[in-house]
């Protein structure tokens, strides 16, 4: 593949995926402009993350059956136009639209990776998916920062905008530039829905896969929903432009993926899995000592971000080798589990955190990384053989 139309695809997924993240900083804004309730202006987040998940699930597995070249710029360009909206709301329910819209239709991002996997050999799937998630993870951890900048330094609403041309810009690129694969799949969009319990029944190590996958993430989404109310309470007593800057150290997991993905692809998914492990427990061993210094909590961030990545990168380059024409069913799957884990340890860590602070809130982690093991080890008792294996 060409390298450029490498790296567009990339800047497309940190643009689309980093979409649905712009509200998460700037519920203080929205409240402020807006004269609504604290609740009322969270509420456009939740709103962000159910929209998203009805994405993955109805318009990821239609990848199978139309024409990924039309489908990507359009799915891009309808979630420009979502963005555009919240950027001229004048009411919090335009904005809550722009964002349902905005969310649904940036799963582009999804149709697209594993659109990619078609266009490169099969030795090189691992590291294509792993650049390619590197693009959309700095994507994801970029958007909260840079919209809290913008916002203090301009409006909350110039970051839609700015995103939104991008996209754009993007979307017309890609339209021009990506090959055209037509599907050969006979199916109607009924037919796809309902093959995707076949899979789900019939692939029993995409389930494996899609359970560690949300253990993994859960891990991560446990310290993003305490990671305000912690880090702006004594000792550390952060302001909120501080606060959302500690996420960048995450790009050092960001761009492990494509070297991850390389070795995957070498036969060293069993071994980069356990050691994903093993980083996701000493993350969470460095933010225990967190108290102590804000230097653990940082360390530990990025080492949890790079064990997250392991994973991620080694379970798609796995999923996608075992139904080459079911891609995106088998990731519309993988990825609904992935963020139903997202929302679990979202959940748990609000409940720890306020049913004994810290210390209860890395116990749940310590619990999660428990739960990553054991379907690490489903995983390798029934198909790692050897630790050096094809996938």
Not at 28 to 55: C, E, K, M, R, W
Not at 179 to 192: A, E, F, K, R
């Amino acid at each position: 593949m060409n390298k450029s139309l490498l790296w567009l695809m990339a800047i497309s997924c940190g643009l689309t995926a980093g979409a649905n993240y712009f509200c998460q900083p700037l519920i203080h804004s929205i409240q402020h402009d807006f004269n609504t309730t604290t609740a009322q202006a969270q509420l456009t987040v939740t709103i962000a993350q159910i929209s998203y998940a009805l994405g993955l699930l109805f318009i990821v597995p239609t990848g199978d059956l139309v024409n990924k070249t039309k489908l990507i710029p359009s799915l891009m360009c309808l979630a420009g136009i979502g963005l555009l909206i919240c950027a001229t709301s004048v009411n919090l329910p335009m904005l809550w639209l722009g964002t349902a819209m905005a969310g649904l239709f940036s799963v582009a991002a999804q149709v697209l990776i594993p659109f990619s996997t078609m266009m490169v050999a099969q030795n090189k799937i691992g590291e294509t998916v792993g650049f390619l998630m590197s693009g959309l993870l700095i994507g994801i951890l970029l958007s909260t920062t840079l919209s809290g900048l913008i916002s203090n330094l301009f409006h909350w609403k110039l970051i839609y905008v700015l995103s939104a041309c991008c996209i754009f810009a993007c979307a017309f690129l890609l339209k021009i530039r990506l090959p055209n694969i037509p599907s050969t799949l006979q199916l109607s969009y009924g037919g796809i829905l309902s093959s995707m319990r076949i899979l789900f029944v019939e692939e029993k190590r995409l389930v494996v896969r899609s359970l560690l996958g949300a253990s993994a993430f859960a891990t991560m989404s446990l310290l993003f929903s305490t990671m305000s109310t912690y880090l702006s309470q004594p000792p550390f007593s952060l302001k909120d432009t501080f606060i959302g800057m500690v996420s960048l150290v995450g790009i050092i997991g960001a761009l492990s993926t494509q070297f991850v993905g390389k070795w995957g692809d070498r036969g060293y998914n069993a071994l980069l899995t356990f050691l994903g492990c093993g980083l996701l427990f000493l993350g969470w061993l460095s933010l225990l000592f967190s108290p102590q210094h804000l230097g653990f909590y940082l360390i530990g961030f990025a080492v949890l971000n790079t064990g997250l990545a392991f994973h991620h990168s080694c379970n798609q380059n796995i999923i996608y080798r075992l139904r080459p024409e079911a891609k995106s069913r088998i990731n519309a799957i993988y990825m609904t589990f992935y963020f139903g884990g997202a929302a679990t340890g979202s959940a748990l860590g609000v409940f720890a955190w306020n049913h004994g602070g810290w210390s209860s809130v890395c116990i749940a982690g310590f619990s999660l990384v428990s739960a990553t093991i054991i379907c690490a080890c489903l995983d390798y008792a029934k198909w790692g053989a050897q630790l050096k294996s094809s996938v």
